[in-house]
């Protein structure tokens, strides 16, 4: 976006100039209002699903900025000439059965005709003062801890190409379309340092986000990293998204990997994730208290997966 001829903002405004998950403007000394939009073409072939997982991975940024969502929009594109508009009625059916999740209604939106479907949701939010989670606070000393498993990127393309059991489908389906709204809650009144949620840049990616951003530096340990079932097998393969291929390539040279791992291992790392969990860095002594809250809350990961220490000569180390 640096081509962009944008606006000087005031104090208290956060636009494209940091890598933040929402957008945010303050509107009174209090509250702050955060916003943020994701759509994007299907990934499951079931309608509901995909606006099941459109919707959850659209409302997951307010949940990583330590906000509470407020109301949705839909945002929509769909080929009407082509297919029977009952699949859009599926489609957005998915979306509001999740917003009823999040306990939040969807007022409205916008559909334009095209060739291929697309969904998502604009998403408004709250946030009070003071209590937004910024990618740019996290502190050497602080541990990782990562609230979903990585992979599904990879089970997606396993999908496109007929490769993925029902097993699989079934599982990254019931992950995707997990709202990341318990594990915000089990931040609650802890001194969270940073938060973010983990999307399209994959963990490798939003980890050096969240380091740059907070001039620090990462261990990061491969075997405690939670995978979704079959990702290890279908990477071996060589099953992986044109976009996780990018992503390491983009980062390679800002991460020290252990001579242990192979290629597609550093690519499991870098998986472009669609709804994917929070990436959370919390000092040390907290992060029991953190992982009892996450387990009542029958949270799906709340293992430590790594540790951030001064800024080093690379941004992550791999081991
Ligand atoms: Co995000």
Do not use: W
Not at 88 to 113: D, E, F, Q, W
Not at 160 to 189: R, Y
Not at 226 to 243: C, D, H, S
């Amino acid at each position: 976006m640096s081509g962009l001829n944008n606006q000087v903002l005031e104090d208290g405004i956060l636009g494209y100039s940091t890598n933040d998950d929402c957008s945010v403007f303050t509107i009174d000394e209090k509250h702050k209002i955060i916003q943020s939009v994701d759509f994007f073409t299907p990934i499951v072939d079931d309608p509901f699903e995909f606006g099941r997982i459109a919707a959850a991975n659209s409302l997951s940024d307010i949940y990583a900025m330590g906000g509470k969502p407020l109301f949705a929009l839909n945002i929509a594109c769909f080929p009407s000439n082509e297919l029977p508009l009952d699949i859009l009625t599926k489609i957005l059916n998915g979306g509001i059965s999740i917003a009823k999740k999040a306990g939040i209604p969807i007022l409205g939106g916008h559909t334009v005709r095209d060739s291929e479907p697309k969904y998502g949701l604009v998403v408004t939010g709250i946030v009070e003062a003071g209590n937004e989670l910024r990618n740019s606070q996290a502190k050497a000393g602080d541990v990782l801890i990562l609230t979903k498993p990585i992979g599904s990127g990879i089970i997606s393309t396993a999908i496109k190409q007929g490769k993925a059991t029902k097993e699989m489908i079934n599982d990254v389906i019931k992950k995707m379309t997990t709202l990341n709204l318990d594990a915000a809650e089990s931040m609650k009144d802890l001194p969270i340092s940073a938060c973010t949620d983990i999307s399209g840049f994959g963990l490798l990616g939003h980890l050096n986000e969240m380091c740059q951003s907070s001039k620090v530096s990462a261990v990061l340990n491969f075997n405690k990293v939670p995978f979704m079932e079959g990702v290890y097998e279908l990477a071996q393969n060589g099953i992986i998204p044109g976009g996780t291929i990018k992503n390491l390539k983009y980062i390679e040279d800002q991460i020290d990997f252990s001579d242990i791992f192979a290629d597609y291992q550093k690519l499991m790392l870098s998986d472009a994730q669609t709804s994917g969990g929070l990436l959370i860095s919390i000092p040390k002594k907290y992060s029991e208290k953190l992982i009892e809250r996450l387990k009542s809350n029958n949270s799906i990961c709340y293992k430590i997966i790594g540790q951030l220490y001064k800024k080093a000569e690379k941004s992550i180390y791999v081991q």
